[in-house]
């Protein structure tokens, strides 16, 4: 089981500040529900893949003394069952759903010396296409309780259909980011380029599953 956390740096200063990171211990598991029962359980190695680079991340392990169920922090920067870093996976999807890119552009804009391969691509686009819908639908129903009046609700009508949902769903992601911005003064930073991070980080707190 992973916790994603945001611990507001990139990939390079994660591994570099090694263990002088802040690893927030949670208060309740999301396993059994009983609070204050984690104690530390290590760390276990993780690769994260950029184009042209590998790192080895760290993740932080809690260990449950109610049900004996291991925790690990994810940095927001990594998605689940992906080994490529998100920045990664986010401009190849924005490419290809945003851009409307073929795939042979996607390939050019987005990997180097064939990194990622043509396969993993399209594999993360299909797997975006898949969960797109259930998160738009969340997203669109947080910024309406915040903010009735939003002319970006539902931009696509009632008819869209399945194929448009990943361009929607990353239009939602901005909406939702400037949105969270006027609220956490601690988001000031975060830009275009954020907006899947944001997204992932907001989403998998809520309990929304898989992304890509
Ligand atoms: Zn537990």
Do not use: N
């Not at 190695?45 to 993740?59: D, F, I, M, N």
């Not at 990943?166 to 400037?178: E, G, N, S, T, Y």
């Not at 980080?201 to 992304?211: D, M």
């Amino acid at each position: 089981m992973v916790i994603v956390i945001e611990f507001g740096c990139a990939v390079h200063e994660y591994v570099e500040r090694g263990s002088g990171l802040v690893f927030p211990r949670p208060t309740e598991c999301p396993h059994c529900r009983v609070v204050d029962q984690f104690i530390g359980h290590g760390f276990y190695p993780r690769q994260a893949l950029h184009q042209t680079q590998v790192y080895v991340l760290r993740l932080k392990r809690w260990y449950c003394k109610a049900c004996h169920a291991t925790v690990s922090l994810l940095p927001s920067f990594m998605l689940r069952f992906r080994h490529y870093l998100l920045d990664v996976i986010q401009r190849v999807v924005v490419t290809r759903f945003e851009d409307a890119a073929s795939w042979g552009q996607v390939a050019r804009r987005c990997a180097v010396d064939g990194a990622p391969s043509s396969r993993t691509m399209r594999r993360w686009c299909d797997a975006l296409a898949e969960h797109a819908s259930a998160w738009w639908a969340a997203v669109q129903q947080t910024v309406a309780q915040h903010d009735t009046g939003s002319p970006w609700l539902d931009p696509l009508g009632e008819t869209a259909g399945p194929r448009e949902a990943p361009r929607a769903v990353l239009q939602a992601a901005l909406h939702l980011l400037a949105w969270a911005k006027t609220r956490w003064a601690e988001l000031a930073t975060y830009g275009l380029a954020d907006r899947l991070r944001f997204l992932w980080h907001w989403g998998a707190g809520r309990g929304l599953g898989r992304l890509i």
